[in-house]
């Protein structure tokens, strides 16, 4: 009797070691709607836990509504990413915020990967052995995101090289693949797609089975452009690490780079032509103009160079001498001159006047050594060209 005591008694720590921790949500959004009272998630292996057919609200106020994931019912250890409708959540993170509906929640507590899939969706996820080296098709599905139930999409996973299926609801009967990549069209029960390990934005459309393996997106976005709500404009690439865009028309005012069109990884800096963005960083300060944009999406390192320093054309016959000097230009021409603009190497102008002569003096006493733009204008006709101040 005391044996078979003993033998209950281990097991049930053995359950308490290997099941002990409760996740669970909590928040003004979560079905509490309460910020003291959790809804506890359901787990079989104390890593994933999952929660369905939850009804949440929306979250208006990242600093005082939304919600979090949490251990064992207490603030010592919660999860957060403001994030939706899918996220990597931190220890101590922003709150969740939320979109009202009804969801089945799923929870990486090893991870803090996080989806929030509306209720009656298929559940679609990618698996395989290039989801997880070690386990292979006996390992988890990693979760693509969906808003309607058609079209899903996975963003900032990297993936080694190995084969996969897409497939529905953890269930083997229901998998798709194909042997294209990195885009095809997937069928029911095809073959396993063969991944090229690396970092890749997944798309599936879970009715025609067209998918696409692309590098992840990296857009800029700000109050300089149409505001921090709008969509991004976004950079190309040809490697996934250095990103561009030409003549990118700029106001005075901020912007950020982002990845994927999400601010789940974003970059930003206070440095400004030139700087190196580290991530969820400030605000760039950016001043007026017409910017070739280079961004390198592992290093974080940026550069905004002024179109102007690509100008050399001269449709006027225009003189500028001494140049280099280190005070004064003579700028002449054979008619009169309208207006003179200086610039500076980042494109915001620091002299315009209008000397309505064929021969004016541009004083440069007072700047800075370096290269500057000049832009003489006449009549409807104009040029612009490089000078420098010794």
């Known amino acids: 009797m005391k044996k078979a005591l003993r ?158 299926y897409f497939r529905a609801n953890d269930a083997t009967v229901n998998v798709w693949g194909s042997t294209a990549f990195p885009s095809g069209t997937a069928q029911l029960t095809g073959p396993s797609i063969p991944v090229i390990g690396g970092e890749w934005f997944v798309s599936f459309n879970r009715i025609t089975g067209a998918y696409s393996f692309t590098y992840p997106s990296v857009g800029i976005l700000g109050t300089a452009l149409s505001g921090f709500t709008s969509e991004d404009t976004d950079l190309t690439t040809t490697d996934g690490f250095t990103y561009t865009i030409l003549n990118l028309t700029l106001t005075d005012g901020l912007v950020k780079f982002r990845k994927d069109n999400t601010w789940q990884t974003n970059w930003g800096s206070t440095d400004f032509p030139n700087g190196t963005g580290t991530q969820s960083g400030p605000n760039i300060p950016v001043t007026a103009g017409t910017y070739n944009v280079a961004f390198d999406r592992s290093t974080g390192d940026y550069s905004f160079t002024s179109t102007l320093s690509n100008v050399e054309n001269s449709r006027l016959k225009v003189t500028i001498y001494p140049n280099p000097t280190q005070a004064t230009w003579n700028v002449a021409h054979t008619t009169t001159i309208d207006r003179i603009e200086l610039f500076d190497v980042t494109g915001k102008m620091i002299q315009s006047f209008a000397p309505n002569a064929m021969q004016v003096q541009l004083n440069g006493a007072n700047l800075t050594p370096g290269i500057y733009f000049v832009k003489v204008k006449s009549g409807s006709d104009f040029t612009v060209q490089k000078i420098i101040r010794n």
């Not at 002990?20 to 003291?36: A, C």
């Not at 991870?111 to 969706?121: A, D, K, L, Q, V």
Request: charge should be negative.
């Open 7 to 164: 033998l209950l008694l281990a097991l049930l720590f053995y359950s308490q070691l290997n099941y002990g921790q409760v996740i669970s949500i909590i928040g003004s959004t979560s079905p509490s709607g309460s910020w003291g009272i959790d809804t506890n998630m359901t787990t079989t292996d104390n890593i994933t836990y999952t929660l369905n057919n939850v009804v949440l609200t929306t979250a208006t106020d990242p600093a005082t509504t939304g919600l979090k994931f949490r251990q064992d019912n207490d603030w010592a250890i919660n999860w957060g990413n403001a994030n939706w409708p899918s996220g990597t959540a931190t220890l101590n993170g922003a709150n969740i915020m939320t979109q009202a509906g009804t969801y089945d929640i799923t929870f990486n507590r090893s991870n803090g990967t996080y989806t929030f899939i509306p209720s009656g969706f298929f559940s679609i996820g990618i698996w395989g052995p290039a989801v997880d080296s070690q386990n292979g098709f006996g390992g988890a599905d990693v979760d693509m995101t969906t808003l309607d139930g058609i079209n899903y999409t996975l963003s900032g996973f990297n993936f080694s090289s190995g084969t996969a």
